[in-house]
């Protein structure tokens, strides 16, 4: 299988140099669209209805442009972001995702778990999972879509794969249906 790697924007002012990598720029963006597209399609609701949406539509896009700021932009001087890739330690500016990662490799890139593949097992784990939240309900639904992504990320952790998306759903369903009192 062919592996398609997105092309990373570099941009150049005197010895300052910003670099962009397209390809995480993906998730964030397509978040901050459907926000768009939530505040378009609900900004004529009366303003009670919009008593919970409103923190929650922008803490999702503050959330989507940090995402956009730690993951797809590193700022470094030329030599820095030049050939050598991230800097070694010696006081200069490296990778937002290897300075999140200490046990991060330039090199392990070869054995990368998001490929085109698990994007299209992605893409048909959610659809899955929205068809199954009206048979199935909510907490059995997101319990089992969670797991299957964690697995397809590389988790093999049984305790991982089964505390994480328990403790998520339920987290969920407390704060929606207990607290809100909106159901799932």
Do not use: H, K
């Not at 539509?57 to 797809?72: E, G, R």
């Not at 330690?89 to 698990?118: I, K, L, Q």
């Not at 990320?153 to 505390?163: Q, T, V, W």
């Amino acid at each position: 299988m062919t592996r398609i790697t997105p092309p990373t924007v570099t941009m150049s002012t005197g010895s300052r140099t910003l670099e962009v990598d397209t390809g995480e720029l993906l998730f964030p963006g397509l978040v901050l669209a459907f926000c768009l597209f939530y505040y378009w399609d609900t900004r004529a609701l009366p303003e009670l209805s919009m008593l919970y949406a409103g923190p929650l539509l922008y803490t999702t896009i503050a959330l989507a442009v940090v995402t956009v700021a730690v993951q797809a932009v590193s700022v470094g001087t030329s030599d820095e972001l030049g050939d050598s890739g991230p800097d070694d330690g010696d006081g200069g500016v490296e990778s937002a995702a290897a300075a999140f990662d200490p046990d991060s490799d330039p090199e392990a890139d070869e054995e990368a778990v998001f490929t085109v593949r698990s994007a299209a097992v992605l893409i048909v784990l959610t659809a899955g999972y929205i068809v199954a939240l009206e048979p199935i309900g909510f907490l059995a639904a997101t319990v089992a879509f969670l797991a299957a992504t964690l697995y397809l990320f590389g988790e093999r952790n049984p305790l991982a794969l089964a505390g994480y998306p328990l403790g998520f759903a339920i987290g969920v369903w407390l704060v929606f249906v207990q607290w809100l009192m909106i159901p799932l």
